[in-house]
């Protein structure tokens, strides 16, 4: 993984960023392969890829295009957390992005960007 000069990465980011590369490799997502880890006091809590499922009966899935990874890290938060606000690593084969405290993809603030 290649880092602009402004980020420095620790052993632990990267070790993380690992774990969500492996989700993404378990995406049947053909070109866009993304994976996600929500990690809560230095331990990682829920994981999830982006897949072709459309539906859902708990919720979070009505008649959408796809799953996404964050997506899919929430639906297995909820059947384990509260609705707390946690952080969530996503991986992309060449990119990684890091959203702070904001579950929900609709409204991503960027805090860190990775190429």
Known sequence: MSLSSSISLNNRDERFARFALEEANKSNMRHHQHGCIAVLGGQIIARGYNSDRTQSSDGFLKNTCSCHAEIDVMRKLEK??????????????????????NP????????????
Do not use: A, G, I, P
């Open 80 to 101: 384990r957390l509260s609705k707390k606000s946690s952080s969530f690593l996503t991986q992309r084969r060449r990119s990684c992005f890091l959203w702070k405290d």
């Open 104 to 115: 929900v993809c609709r409204k991503k603030k960027r805090e860190r960007y990775w190429v």
